[in-house]
């Protein structure tokens, strides 16, 4: 999505025309550095896992299910059990739905680790997280966390929101 935006340029009547066409060009060219790094930084990742030494991490989040609960009427137990629900298989590396008031639902599997892992959420400025694993379809840890919450709170203490996973043989 294009955003819009209005830009009215007032030059300074003190200034000479030769200043005032500069702090145009500068403007100019200040604007279209900034659009230049937008849109490079909107690029999303081609990689599927990341490398980190000689340990693949997974990114998760292309594959995802994705159900949009645009009235907040859902509770863990009707996202267990309901089967009529309107899942979407989330098409992008990393999710991003901009700013709603929806409350948003993801089911993922994560692969079988030997060690414990982290699993990262990391967009600072999301309200209410709730956290659930599951094993053989039964919450076994629950996280509650956001912005909203002190930071204290948090299950690990970092800028991004960090769920400790332990390690599993499933």
Request: hydrophobic share 40%; charged share 20%; net charge negative.
């Amino acid at each position: 999505m294009i955003s819009k935006g209005l830009l009215v340029l007032f030059p300074n009547a003190l200034r000479s025309d030769k200043s005032v066409l500069q702090s145009c060009l500068l403007f100019i060219v200040a604007l279209y550095l900034c659009l230049l790094s937008a849109s490079s930084l909107a690029k999303e990742p081609a990689a599927s896992n990341l490398e980190m030494g000689d340990q693949e991490i997974p990114i998760i989040g292309q594959g995802i299910l994705v159900l949009i609960d645009k009235r907040h009427q859902y509770t863990p137990q009707d996202i267990l059990t309901r089967t009529d629900l309107d899942w979407q298989v989330n098409q992008s590396n990393i999710p991003s739905f901009g700013f709603s008031p929806h409350t948003y639902w993801f089911k993922f599997s994560l692969p079988a680790t030997q060690s414990d892992s982290l699993l990262e959420l990391n967009y600072a400025l999301l309200d209410d997280i709730s956290f659930y694993r599951l094993v053989d379809n039964t919450v076994v840890d629950t996280i509650f966390t956001g912005d909203k919450r002190p930071f204290a709170e948090r299950p690990v203490q970092h800028r991004a929101f960090l769920f400790p996973i332990p390690a599993s043989e499933q």
